[in-house]
Structure formats: structure tokens, C-alpha cells
């Protein structure tokens, strides 16, 4: 009788403890930044991997911080110097030739008519290896400059030396653009025998003379290639991490417009960086970002943004879902603004989502979003600005950061 008597209590103690751990597991965002100032900053911190796979870390990571030189800068007069270069000489810009970024002007017809813009669309390629991106956006009697097309696997080492891949206009005959590898980094929690790899290909003959359009890009590599979902779903097979994983496409198309500014600049970053915790990045710009403007815009492209875990990925599961993103002027440290995600964000959506690959299959994101004028950045020199991320665990890598001042 005692026992029977006793059987409710130790219940109720069950459910208490339960209830502690998830209290503890899944803290308050502010609790999360305040451990995050108390730890070490480290350029690269090393990231805990998941065994199983799924694009998480069972704990968010470490802060890290990095600052970065511009990759490539652009603006009318920078279009029409190097357009005039290379018809020359018929050779690629000796200032193009260092940048990862392979941009070409030589068939621009110049001079440009009004300021420059960039336009970006992606496609998730996961158990796939191809897929279509739908460019939208940019206006009618704009002016094509040229065009990449960036693109992000987790593969086992080394990278690919001239990654051959299929790419054009859907529906027509695809051509072959080979691309660069970028530098390699962490895997962003799947399997630990992989890297992360980006590539990089200039497709500007592939763009269409309206520029807007669907375009096809095949021949990516991918274990898997049947299209089925990388989360496990009830009694549907679990997660399958064989490499190589393909993560997604993007591309980036510069134009010139009549409606743009003349003084209009864009600044090109590549990466890339994984982060699953707190993650800044302080990219130094030269020449300086101009004032007077009366618009900021902002281009992010990445890999492994997803909702959840659970029937297929599908199922929200917060806060691990809640990234949350910043642009910011370091020198003036009143001059913040989230851009992304909840409680403050101008836009309450996160940036890493998968939203390239929605509903399904997730895992590469494309963002752009307008948020300021131009003095938000140029007060204090605009010598540079930060992108500054919050990762609650989900294992994320940026891999184009692009900035447009118009």
C-alpha cells in the first residue's frame, strides 16, 4: 500500500526533472549572447559534430570573429576601366585577375548608361545535384555587366581542380562552365569525413538578354540523386550523410541601369565561414562607402539553413531554428540594425531557413534585403561595416556576402 501511495510522487518528480532539463536545454536567446561575450574569440573556432548528421550541433558553438578584405569592389567608373582594359588587350583586368570573384566586362558596350546594381537567386540541390534558379527583379532596359554562378557541396578532400558543371537557360542546351574552388571549410554538421567546398564560374554568356529568367544548373555532385528528403520521416529510411552532399546554386548578376545612381558601389565578399553559435564578420571596404545615397543593400548566399529535423524537416523546432542577423557600423556603435529573425528583426524570418529549396529539400538560402541609407555606413569614414549572426545550434556557412550602396 505504501508503495502505491508513494507511486504519484516519484510521477511528479519524473515530470519535474524532465521539465528542468528542457528549461535548461533551450534557454533564453539573451542567456545564450551573454555566454557568448564570456567566451574566448577565436578567427576559427573548432565546432562539435554531430555523429549522426542533420545540419546541427547538439550546442550552439563558440563566437567567432572575422575581418576580411574586399573581393571585389565595383562601381560605373571601376565597370568602364576595366571594360576598356579588357577590349584592349583582350585579356582579363590585371585587378579582376587577383579577386576570386571572375567577373568580365570585355564585351560591355560603354559608356554605361547610369549606376550599377546586383541581382541574386539560388536553387537547394541536396539528393539531387541540379535544379532550376528563377532570377527575378531586375528592371526592364537594364544593361547586363556579367554574371557568376556560385555553388557549395560537403565532400571529402581535396576539392575539385576545375568542377565542370552543366548551366543555362532552362529548356535549352546547357553549356559547360568550369568552376574555381574557394577556400575549403568546416563541414556544417553532416559527416565528419566531409569539408565544406564552394566553386565559383563566370556564366555571363549564359544570361539571357532580358536577363531575368530560369536558368538550369546540372552535374553537381550528389550521392544521392532521387530527390528524397535528407531528415528522416516516421518509418521512412533516416538520414543517409554518404558523400558527396550537394547543398545549392546561386546566381549573382551585375547590371547598369538609368535608374541608378552614378556614385552606386558594390562590394563583394566570398567566404566560406561556418558558424553554429554567435558569428561576426568585419569587412573592410576601399574605396571608402559613399554617403548621400538613399539606400543600402544587402545580398547573403549560404548553405544548411533548415527548420527542424523531425517528418522530413518539416517541423519547426525552436530556438534552434532562430538565427538572427545584423548590419552594423563598427565605429559607430549606435548605428545597429537586425535585418533577420525574431523579436527585433526588420524582417522576422531567419536568413538560414533553406527557403532556395522550400518546402523541400532545404539546406541554401539567398537573401536580400534593403534596410538604410547610405550615412548609416559611410559616418565614421566607411572604411567598413559588420555582419553580425546569431546561431542557436544550427550549423550554417555564409558564402557570399554582397554589399549595394545605391
Known amino acids: ?236 529510411p533516416p538520414i543517409n550523410n554518404t558523400l558527396p552532399l550537394s547543398e545549392g546554386a546561386s546566381l549573382i548578376v551585375f547590371y547598369a541601369n538609368q535608374c541608378i545612381p552614378r556614385k552606386a558601389q558594390l562590394y563583394v565578399n566570398v567566404g566560406p565561414q561556418m558558424f553554429s553559435g554567435p558569428h561576426s564578420v568585419t569587412h573592410f571596404t576601399l574605396p571608402p562607402i559613399a554617403g548621400g545615397l538613399p539606400n543600402l543593400k544587402h545580398s547573403r548566399i549560404g548553405a544548411d539553413g533548415q527548420v527542424g529535423l523531425s517528418n522530413c524537416g518539416l517541423r519547426a523546432f525552436t530556438p534552434l531554428s532562430d538565427e538572427r542577423t545584423w548590419i552594423e557600423n563598427p565605429v559607430v556603435a549606435a548605428n545597429s540594425v537586425q535585418i533577420k529573425g525574431d523579436v527585433g528583426g526588420l524582417n522576422r524570418d531567419s536568413d538560414w531557413n533553406g527557403y532556395d529549396g522550400e518546402p523541400l529539400n532545404k539546406l541554401w538560402d539567398s537573401h536580400t534585403d534593403v534596410f538604410a541609407d547610405s550615412d548609416f555606413l559611410a559616418k565614421g569614414g566607411g572604411l567598413n561595416y559588420r555582419v553580425r549572426y546569431l546561431s542557436q545550434g544550427d550549423c550554417v556557412v555564409w558564402v557570399v556576402h554582397i554589399l549595394g550602396v545605391r
Not at 505504501?2 to 536545454?25: D, F, N, S
Not at 563566437?63 to 584592349?88: H, I, M
Not at 527575378?136 to 565532400?155: D, F, H, K, N, T
Not at 564560374?201 to 549564359?206: F, L, S
Open 1 to 236: 500500500m505504501r508503495i502505491h501511495k508513494l507511486t504519484p510522487i516519484i510521477v511528479l518528480l519524473v515530470v519535474l526533472a524532465v521539465i528542468t532539463a528542457i528549461l535548461v536545454r533551450f534557454r533564453s536567446v539573451e542567456a545564450q549572447q551573454d555566454r557568448a561575450a564570456r567566451t574566448p574569440i577565436t578567427a576559427k573556432a573548432t565546432l562539435q559534430q554531430t555523429e549522426v548528421g542533420g545540419g546541427i550541433n547538439p550546442s550552439p558553438g563558440p563566437e567567432t570573429k572575422l575581418d576580411t578584405q574586399t573581393d571585389l569592389y565595383l562601381d560605373a567608373d571601376e565597370v568602364e576601366r576595366r571594360a576598356r582594359e579588357e577590349q584592349t588587350t583582350g585579356a582579363t583586368a590585371a585587378a579582376a585577375a587577383v579577386s576570386p570573384v571572375p567577373v568580365s566586362f570585355k564585351d560591355v558596350v560603354l559608356p554605361l548608361q547610369g549606376g550599377i546594381d546586383h541581382a541574386v537567386a539560388g536553387v537547394a540541390t541536396r539528393n539531387s545535384g541540379q535544379g532550376v534558379i528563377r532570377l527575378r527583379g531586375v528592371p526592364p532596359g537594364s544593361q547586363l555587366l556579367s554574371a557568376v554562378l556560385v555553388w557549395g557541396e560537403i565532400a571529402a578532400p581535396p576539392a575539385v581542380a576545375g568542377y565542370n558543371v552543366g548551366f543555362g537557360r532552362d529548356c535549352a542546351v546547357a553549356a559547360n562552365v568550369v568552376g574555381a574552388a574557394l577556400p575549403a571549410a568546416p563541414q556544417p554538421c553532416w559527416n565528419p569525413a566531409g569539408q565544406f567546398f564552394a566553386y565559383i564560374a563566370n556564366v555571363t554568356a549564359q544570361i539571357a538578354p532580358g536577363i531575368n529568367g530560369d536558368y538550369r544548373i546540372s552535374g553537381l555532385r550528389s550521392a544521392i540523386r532521387d530527390g528524397r528528403c535528407p531528415w528522416g520521416d516516421g518509418n521512412c
